[in-house]
């Protein structure tokens, strides 16, 4: 009787450490799931970050390479950015000064956009800076209601993903392909948020929203929006 009550105490034991080894063996898989998830989530955060910089480095160098009048005082202000973004980068995690010059997120649709500036003077805000110089004013004032018609609603800048500048102020946007004075309205295809702001400068890439601007239609805890609508509207 007394041998047949041991085996069955093995029995049990060896029961016990088999259930503790398939429970360890869970915990260890979800805690291996959530580490994974939190990387994702980083390297999201990190490369948005790390294209905005790439973006401001890419502007200060255009800058650099055909400087006017105005050049000194961008390139300052792009440089208390970049301080800014790199703050940002410090206080994410990432490796901070990683920039993004050529990637899919942000520089390489970018980079295809370059080619179209020579269309700008089509634009219909350029035709007011002949009207400046000294041409007659006219034919400007006539021109100017109906492009904006002929341009509302367009759909500009496919596939291109928009990021912040790092920039402050009231909401605004930065382009690369638009002058200043053309309002575009940015949607957030991922939480169909909107926002309709006015390029006031120029940048690396079709579009660049400043911090208020992205506020609007950013997602918690990201820096790049991957889907977005972009339109032209004025």
């Known amino acids: 009787m ?3 009550r041991t085996l069955g105490t093995k029995k049990k034991i060896a029961l016990l450490v088999s259930a503790a080894t398939v429970a360890g063996g869970g915990a260890f898989v979800m805690a291996s799931t959530s580490n994974a998830a939190q990387s994702a989530k980083d390297s999201t955060v990190c490369q ?3 294209t ?3 973006n ?3 502007f200060i160098a255009d800058q650099r390479a055909k400087p006017d009048a105005q050049s000194q005082a961008r390139i300052a202000n792009r440089e208390a950015v970049i301080a800014e973004i790199q703050r940002k980068q410090e206080a994410s995690g990432c490796e901070v000064g990683e920039a993004i010059g050529g990637s899919a997120q942000g520089s390489q649709t970018a980079q295809p956009a370059e080619p179209a500036q020579p269309a700008e003077p089509a634009d219909p805000a350029q035709p007011s800076d002949p009207a400046e110089a000294g041409q007659p ?3 400007a004032e006539e021109a100017q209601p109906s492009q904006p018609a002929e341009a509302a609603g367009e759909q500009v800048c496919n596939g291109s993903t928009v990021t912040l500048s790092g920039e402050g ?5 930065s382009s690369n392909q638009f002058p200043a004075g053309t309002k575009l309205k940015v949607t957030n295809l991922d939480n169909d948020k909107s926002t309709t702001v006015e390029v006031t400068s120029v940048s690396g890439s079709c579009v660049l929203l400043n911090n ?3 506020e609007q239609v ?3 805890g990201k820096f790049l929006i991957r889907r977005a609508l972009i339109e032209k509207v004025g």
């Open 48 to 50: 948005g970050l790390a």
């Open 169 to 173: 102020g009231a909401p605004a946007a």
């Open 137 to 139: 004013s006219a034919p």
């Open 212 to 214: 208020a601007a992205f």
């Open 52 to 54: 905005a910089l790439g």
């Open 56 to 58: 401001n480095q890419r």
């Open 218 to 220: 950013r997602e918690p």
């Open 2 to 4: 007394s041998r047949r």
